[in-house]
């Protein structure tokens, strides 16, 4: 199982439709197969989620953010993770609002 406590991801890629950038970081800790994580920067004000974690690493999470336009964001996401020759994580994202217009993207992620 990979352990993300104390890792820090940064965005590479997201769809049109997302609101996280290059500009966001996320800041994770983990107990057990709980994974939390707080994140902002870029359109996201704070966000906030949790997520348990599979012996493959593969995070099943729900996620909440106020962006900078003070509208409250919800959603669902399931990021499986890609471990590079560096020991670094990548982790390749699908997720769907469950607020807003409901639609679905796909995005990127990467330690730091």
């Known amino acids: 199982m990979i352990n993300y406590h104390n ?15 290059g500009d966001t970081t996320f800041s994770y800790k983990q107990q057990g197969n709980i994974v939390t994580a707080c994140y902002g920067g870029g359109s996201i004000a704070n966000g906030h989620l949790i997520a348990t974690v599979n012996n493959e690493g593969v995070l099943n999470m729900r996620y909440h953010h106020v962006n900078t336009s003070g509208e409250l964001m919800t959603g669902v996401c399931i990021s499986t993770p890609e471990v590079l020759p560096s020991g670094k994580v990548r982790l390749h994202e699908k997720w769907q609002w469950t607020s807003g217009d409901q639609s679905q993207g796909e995005s990127v992620i990467e330690e730091i």
Not at 7 to 21: K, Y
């Open 7 to 21: 890792r820090i991801f940064r965005s590479l890629s997201n769809t049109d439709n997302g609101e996280v950038s």
